[in-house]
């Protein structure tokens, strides 16, 4: 069976569940259209196999996805696990399994509570069900943990709880009830802020201090990264000439399609996963998914890049990144994408009579781990002169530019051309950013 029909049947399987009668609104709740002349009465999987059917291998992908954060039903999401890239949660699995793992070696994880009463203040443990034939979850613990002990730290996260699995809600509450002053005292609190925040910050989360309980601080977990989401779909990139002609192939799930076969442009639309996009990932892309390496492949695929670019500088800029992470001989570090759609206007300035709705195309476009997006531009004097005289106006708008951009969540970087008068100085200053920019980003 493919993985695409395998990915299906967990899907129907999980979406059958649902009474008859309330099918039909969970379909439509997901945009999804079942065959009108089916009955649910008479076959739920039938019903629900005719509104998946025609979904391709990535739509499904995204179903399953939305499926598992909105339900959090841990069994669908274990099912589901080997078709979807590791980034289904935001708070991955593996850095939960780190967290879990450092808990497990802890001798009292519930603090100044019993076990039970902990995890109650975080979840509804009687609504879980047990693993070891009783009512509830809340049962398991009590037998296994409040009255005997005989059921580990790991048992209980893994197993009873499924904590890999589940909701990146339920996750982080699971996290602030244990380090709540009335589970822990200062002291504790710190070492286990401290050890966990070294586990979340490489997904963009920490514990911090947000109040104070009678003098006692309380923390929590927030999302402190201040990348873009929602996470890129399409990277419009590398064209050369023209605008490219595009148009939204479906609008329900933002696919967009490059229709005119005049204009030279690429579109990278895998679905991306929290390590963003390394030189490797987009070589094994042009290569139509072999990642077997082969430098012919990749001297095509520079070449094709440097074709879109509009002046020595961004090429010398390019040139230099490239063979810098190939002298570090490391091709898992980020791709310098160039020529990058940010905003797209489908019609000109000339359409608009010459007014330009905003900046659209990036020099080059950088995405880092955890969804960080940096900006490199590369300014020659067009972006600030206008016949060799300084035009305040173009730098405002620059700047202005600028700002937009740092709104959105993406970090920016401005060369000047007159950097690049000298080739050697050029080179060195470029590796000597990059082998600082590296250590900032925690990239090496």
């Known amino acids: 069976m493919s993985d695409m029909d395998s990915l299906r049947q967990i899907i129907v399987d999980e979406l059958k569940e649902t009474k008859a009668y309330n099918l039909e609104g969970v379909l439509e709740k997901y945009e999804l259209i079942p065959n009108r002349e089916l009955d649910p009465m008479h076959s739920k999987r039938v019903y629900v196999d005719s509104a998946l059917c025609r979904l391709s291998l990535d739509k499904l992908k995204l179903l399953a996805n939305r499926i598992i954060k909105e339900e959090s039903n841990p069994e ?34 519930e603090g100044k509570l019993r076990i039970d009463e902990m995890l109650s203040s975080a979840w509804d443990l009687e609504s879980l069900p047990s693993r070891y034939n009783r009512s509830n979850a809340l049962e398991d613990i009590m037998q296994h943990m409040v009255r005997n002990d005989d059921l580990s730290y790991k048992e209980l ?31 504790d609190q710190l070492d286990y802020v401290k050890n966990i925040n070294a586990f979340l910050i490489a997904d963009g989360y920490s514990c911090i201090n947000t109040k104070h309980i009678s003098g006692e601080p309380v923390y929590a977990i927030i999302h402190t990264e201040q990348g873009v989401s929602p996470k890129a779909k399409n990277i419009v990139f590398a064209s050369i000439g023209k605008k490219p002609d595009i148009v939204i192939d479906d609008s329900l799930s933002n696919d ?42 990749e001297k095509a695929l520079f070449e094709r890049l440097k074709l879109s670019l509009d002046s020595p500088p961004e090429i010398m800029f390019l040139r230099t990144y490239n063979n810098y992470i190939h002298k570090l001989g490391d091709n898992k570090l ?8 940010c905003h797209y206007d489908p019609k000109t300035a000339n359409m608009r009579n010459g007014q330009i709705y905003v900046h659209q195309r990036m020099d080059f476009l950088m995405l880092l781990p955890s969804h960080k997006r940096i900006v490199f531009e590369i300014d020659g004097a067009q972006h600030y002169s206008v016949d060799g005289k300084a035009s305040p106006e173009l730098y405002s708008k620059m700047v202005n530019d600028d700002r937009k951009l740092k709104l959105y969540g993406y970090d920016v970087y401005r060369f000047g051309g007159y950097e690049f008068k000298e080739e050697l100085k050029c080179r060195e200053t470029i590796e000597d950013f990059f082998s600082k920019f590296f250590k900032f980003y925690n990239i090496m």
């Open 76 to 109: 669908f999401a274990k099912k589901c696990e080997p078709f979807l890239d590791d980034d289904f949660f935001e708070i991955s699995t593996i850095t939960r399994r780190k967290i879990v793992n450092w808990l497990c070696d802890q001798s009292n994880v």
């Open 157 to 187: 996260f893994e197993d009873v709880l499924q904590v890999m699995y589940v909701s990146d809600a339920k996750f982080i509450s699971l996290i602030n009830a244990m380090l709540h002053p009335r589970v822990r005292n200062t002291d």
């Open 256 to 297: 967009i399609k490059v229709i005119d076969p005049d204009n030279k442009c690429l579109v990278y639309n895998i679905p991306l996963s929290s390590n963003g996009i390394s030189w490797d990932d987009l070589v094994t892309w042009w290569n139509k998914g072999s990642s077997e390496y082969n430098l012919d492949v």
């Open 334 to 341: 980020p791709a310098l994408i160039p020529q990058v759609y």
